[in-house]
């Protein structure tokens, strides 16, 4: 019998005479990355984004998927010590970043790297919270990790050419894995040998299907917590050496190949370039809607055109929606469905839903998605004219272009074009709108002072000694 080699060990025979895997390139990147290798704009950024998510995650704890979610994973998980996000339970290590996860992403409202269409800080976060709280690590580390986590996601998600959805993927439950295994192995201080071994690990935990599309299902809600958790697991395998497969992405039976097929991405691509030195984390969109990021921009554009000219619905014909077509299965079809959503989720992915609600209501927030607006006579009626079409001058995969035309029963002919949507790196959301966001948001479960004290444990999260005034924040008392 073989004795495994400790995860530090000579790497495998075969790899060492060939140029390193991707997986290794990504670990070797990981073995020395530091915060003070990145510029304080993007540490700026990574702040924000963390801000932003623990303010859906408060929110979230007041909506029904919250409370089912807690009652499923504490009926199996029992009593831990790491700090749910809202809730006074507390849970087993990968069982508060399952749930973290969930909340985090669980309203839809949550940051999106727009090229990749990952919500990378669902499942980076949660990994921070648990494996950093339990490692004991500074506020700089914490960061650090989360901008690892985002950086390696946004850079296997968009490697993948789109493909991700159109073949029944959700990306996020992908590719977030990856990240939160480096995240939690950076965490624990892992050697190059481990940090390998752990994205080989996550590619046999790698999932996420796109299924809920077809009937409003929850289960989208999971994908990201299930990657923090299965990140942790995949992690602490690795570190106790585990072998598992060296070729995570590139192999034969790789994440591309597999998940891919035909569509994987070609060898002359390199999806690491510029790693450590073109930020994407710049790439990132925090949400001013709690709608998928494809339909925000359309929103927009209806929003201005009611402020400018004064209409309401029972003046339009008709509206024609642009959007890519790569877009279009996830938010447009099939159309009759799009045009009657069955529950709150359903109707974060109907384009004529959001049009039909921003003109109606005037606004799309949370309160938007309540079963009276769901059953509102006038929005469905509305949603009946609503026809959504290919945008041929979009911006996308970097922008989420989004383009209304109007034809009134006064016979004027209204069309606006909004061609970069907010929140995005050249129409980025001001820190003083997120902060607001993330205020609105955790105050639907705490208390303003209690909120004020998170905002301040983020912000100053790079000077921290540990993370436990951060985690010690967010419980419930």
Known sequence: MNAVQPPDAATDSIEARAAPSLSRRLAQFARVFELQHVPADVVDAAKLCILDALGIAFASTRFEFARRSQSGISAVAGAGEYIVIGMRERLPLRDAALLNGILIHGLDYDD????????????????????????????????????????????IGLH?????????????????????????????????????????????????????????????????????????????????GFVSPVKAFEGRFGLYNTYLGARAPR???????????????????????PVCHFNHACGDAILALRAEHGFDAADVVSITARIHRNQMPVVCE????????????DAKFSLPFFIATCLVRGRFGLAELEP????????????????????????FPKYFSGQVEVLLRDG???????????????????????????????QLAVTRKQAERVLAAVMALEQAPNIDALCDSLALA
């Open 112 to 155: 999106t790297h727009l090229a990749s269409v990952v919500h990378a800080s669902a499942s980076a976060l949660p990994v921070v919270l648990a494996e950093g709280r339990r490692q004991r690590v500074t506020g700089a580390r914490a960061l650090a990790a989360y901008l690892l986590a985002v950086e390696a996601d946004a850079r």
């Open 160 to 240: 993948a050419g789109g493909w991700w959805q159109k073949v029944g993927f959700h990306p996020t439950g992908v590719v977030g894995v990856f990240g939160a295994t480096l995240a939690a192995g950076y965490l624990q201080l892992q050697g190059e040998q481990a940090l390998v071994y752990g994205q080989g690990l996550a590619l046999s935990m790698a999932a996420g299907s796109m299924e809920f599309l077809e009937d409003g299902a929850w289960t989208k809600r999971l994908h990201p917590g299930w990657a923090a958790a299965s990140g942790i697991t995949a992690a602490s395998l690795a570190a106790h």
């Open 267 to 289: 060898a002359e691509g390199d999806m690491l370039a510029g790693l450590g030195e073109q930020w994407e984390m710049r790439n990132v969109a925090v949400k001013p809607y």
């Open 334 to 345: 099939p159309a009759t469905a799009k045009r009657r959503p069955q529950s709150e989720y």
């Open 372 to 395: 009276p607006c769901l059953a509102d006579p006038q929005i469905l009626a509305l949603c009946q004219r609503i026809n959504c079409e290919h945008d041929e001058e979009s911006a």
């Open 412 to 442: 004027r002919h209204l069309a606006r074009r909004e061609q970069i949507n907010r929140g995005t790196d050249a129409r980025p959301l001001s820190r003083a709108e997120i902060e607001s966001k993330f205020l609105e948001n955790a």
